[in-house]
């Protein structure tokens, strides 16, 4: 099972606000940079956030990302249902030497 | 426009070797400063990071998988590859080649579709 750990799933209504966490330890979160994915299934995943709270050309600031100690947070502000898919977080992990992504949660658009 | 193509192999019998190839349009494989994995998630279940291949040939492997995985990479075709030996059930899962910043990679910003590959008998 994943070292990062995320809640199930998140919903809420139209043009409201969602937050995903995602907690881990010192050895991935705590010390490295954190990125997020969208993934609907049969696509190709999507990065949404990366070194924490940076967002690549072309996602919108309705989507923010942010760090605290070993946890990292994912904001998706004005939600609609194209933002209905699964996410997942991702770091390094120090201890493990490997890349690891966190159990995913699904966002549900009332 | 940075594409990923993977395809390969989308049965393979328990104990053979699974072969994978992921085909890079829009770049180079020479471009320094990337890393270029495979990531899998079985029916269900987590991403897991499999590894990566640097354009210099270098690789580095998830050491739950080490044993088994082999990366190349195939700079005329601008592809690179992945083989897992000695596959069972539990390998059955969408492959996804990606191209990871920096080393090891702090984040993927470009994926493949995914190609299934189920280990059956």
């Known amino acids: 099972q994943s070292v990062l750990t995320q809640p199930p799933s998140v919903s809420a209504a139209p043009g409201q606000k969602v937050t995903i966490s995602c907690s881990g330890s010192?050895?991935?979160?705590?010390?490295?940079?954190v990125s997020w994915y969208q993934h609907l299934p049969g696509t190709a995943p999507k990065l949404l956030i990366y070194d924490n709270n940076k967002r690549p050309s072309g996602i919108p600031d309705r989507l923010s990302g942010s760090k605290s100690d070993t946890s990292a947070t994912l904001g998706i502000t004005g939600l609609h249902t194209g933002d209905e898919a699964d996410y997942y977080c991702g770091t390094w992990d120090t201890r493990l030497t490997t890349f690891v992504f966190g159990t995913g949660t699904k966002v549900t658009v009332l | 426009q940075l594409q990923l193509q993977e395809s390969g192999s989308g049965l393979v019998k328990p104990s053979q070797t699974l072969s994978l190839t992921c085909a890079v349009s829009?770049?180079?494989?020479?471009?320094?400063?990337?890393?270029w994995s495979w990531i899998r998630q079985p029916p269900g279940k987590d991403l897991e990071w499999i590894g990566y291949i640097y354009h210099s040939g270098s690789t580095y492997y998830n050491p739950s998988l080490k044993s088994r995985v082999t990366m190349s990479i195939d700079r005329s075709k601008n592809q690179f590859s992945l083989k897992l030996n000695s596959v069972t059930a539990a390998d059955t899962a969408v492959y996804y080649c990606?191209?990871?910043?920096?080393?090891?990679?702090?984040?993927?910003?470009?994926w493949g579709q995914g190609t299934l590959v189920t280990v059956s008998s």
């Open positions: 829009g770049d180079s494989l020479n471009s320094g400063g990337y890393s």
């Open positions: 010192s050895s991935n979160i705590g010390n490295n940079y």
């Open positions: 990606a191209r990871g910043e920096a080393l090891p990679p702090r984040y993927f910003g470009y």
